[in-house]
């Protein structure tokens, strides 16, 4: 039987869910969102994405597989998680297994969270929760431990949380093997991105999100993923414009569908409660070609406002919102979704082949 500290997670609307702790003991507060998908909580928590934010996962049972092996390769990549350390700020789960088993697993995900001081809350109900951020939006909250004053309520979205989360300094990887040079603008990249690109042959030049990467030799760019409000990258989007005057292909994945379209003019809203799962469908544009693809992002671009140069690519079938862009001329495109799909769909991973395409035969 086990003997967990009680904690409470309490929105901004004034709503209280008791229920107890696992992982660190500590309050925390964010931004409250919910993720739909069965598995990946490792991957997901380890997704520079979520920094700010207090996930919630809807599938009821968590934890029974425990946490894979946190090593890392000869690049410094991470083998199986999605960057070196815990981004997400909590972690709310219906019910918590403390019992674990997979043959790849090495701790438990409450021992994991204690070594990172990360919290984590079981035992609420993580259905009515949900509802509630679906019908009212996603909300500011705080868990605490006995005192509502441990914590203070803040809106994550308020900072640039891609300044938190990006490399500090320039990072090559393949360096020597691949043929063509790639800038990676850090906004908060996966891993898994890095390894999909280093798989097709290409040296990759990791920048921090707002390096002015024109002073560098490279043959194509590419921006990823990344936490926050998009509003607040204002530097990178000016790198980002300059570099559309040249033929080299832009990719962007995530945050960088988002860029990509502020540097071409577009504009960005936030969504209700946003996309955070493995199972969003959406269309290519002028086709009947529909993909599953996985998610977490909390802005969408405004297909209105793309210039007369620029294109609506992919479309979420669920909403009606902007899952990608492309130029009508030049080699540039980005995807809302997550084509790398670490612990989710695989779909879509031909992003990259196309990309590939575009650098070795420009």
């Not at 928590?45 to 996962?57: C, E, H, I």
């Not at 979704?337 to 420009?362: L, R, W, Y």
Request: with cysteine; hydrophobic share 35%.
């Amino acid at each position: 039987m086990q003997n967990e500290r009680t904690a409470t997670l309490i929105l901004d609307d004034g709503s209280e869910f008791q229920g107890f702790c696992f992982g660190y003991e500590r309050p925390v507060a964010g931004e409250v969102v919910f993720n739909t998908a069965m598995t990946g909580y490792p991957e997901s928590l380890t997704d520079p994405s979520y920094a700010g934010q207090l996930m919630l996962l809807t599938c009821p049972l968590i934890g029974n597989y425990g946490v894979p092996d946190r090593s890392l390769r000869a690049d410094g990549l991470s083998v199986f998680m999605e960057s070196e350390r815990i981004h997400a700020d909590a972690i709310i789960v219906s019910d918590y297994s403390h019992d674990y088993s997979h043959w790849n697993a090495v701790s438990s995900l409450s021992e994991w969270l204690n070594s990172e001081q990360i919290p984590g809350l079981y035992g609420v109900d993580t259905r009515s929760i949900t509802k509630l951020l679906r019908e009212k939006g996603s909300m500011k909250g705080k868990i605490i431990l006995d005192d509502p004053a441990e914590a203070d309520f803040y809106d994550p979205n308020a900072i640039n949380q891609v300044a938190r989360v990006s490399c500090r300094e320039i990072i090559t990887y393949g360096e020597g093997s691949g043929k063509k040079k790639i800038v990676l603008l850090d906004c908060g990249v996966k891993h898994n991105i890095i390894r999909c690109l280093l798989k097709r042959g290409l040296t990759v030049i990791r920048t921090p999100w707002d390096c002015d990467f024109h002073t560098l030799d490279y043959d194509a760019l590419f921006i990823s993923n990344g936490p926050g409000d998009p509003d607040t990258c204002d530097v990178a989007v000016q790198h980002i414009r300059r570099a559309l005057p040249d033929s080299k292909p832009i990719c962007g994945i995530c945050m960088g569908n988002q860029l990509l379209a502020k540097a071409g003019g577009a504009s960005i809203y936030k969504l209700k409660y946003g996309h955070r799962s493995h199972n969003q469908p959406v269309r290519m544009v002028g086709t009947n070609r529909c993909f599953i693809t996985s998610q977490n992002h909390g802005y969408a671009v405004d297909s209105h406002t793309l210039g007369a140069d620029w294109e609506a690519l992919f479309v979420n079938m669920n909403d009606d919102t902007n899952e990608g862009i492309r130029h009508k001329t030049k080699p540039f495109f980005s995807a809302q979704f997550h084509p790398e799909a670490c612990s989710g769909p695989t779909d879509t991973e031909f992003i990259f082949d196309k990309f590939a395409e575009m650098v070795f035969n420009q």
